[in-house]
């Protein structure tokens, strides 16, 4: 069953994935400068994953604004 989220909770999400997918492709670059091929691949698919989950979780708080405050973006006049 899936729990569902307030656009919060799917921001932060996306923030921890973002940041998980970055390790992760840092991880892949330094194995491919030792010349570890297998392993950067492997790393590199884990932050790809990630990245798909933190661009998934930001459309969801996209989602959530735009259907709790009327737009899916803040206006100009804001910044």
């Given amino acids: ?23 992760h492709h840092h991880q892949a670059a330094k194995h491919y400068e030792e010349r ?6 492997h790393q590199a698919l884990i932050g790809h994953s990630h990245t798909q989950q933190a661009i998934f ?9 735009a259907e709790h405050y009327g737009r899916a973006a803040p206006s100009a006049g804001i910044a």
């Avoid at 899936?2 to 997918?21: F, V």
């Avoid at 570890?36 to 691949?41: F, G, L, S, T, V």
């Fill in 1 to 23: 069953m899936t729990k569902i989220r307030t656009g919060a909770e799917h921001h932060s999400l996306a923030a921890k994935h973002h940041e998980q997918a970055a390790r």
């Fill in 36 to 41: 570890d091929y297998a392993h950067a691949a």
């Fill in 57 to 65: 979780h930001g459309g969801e708080a996209t989602k959530y604004h």
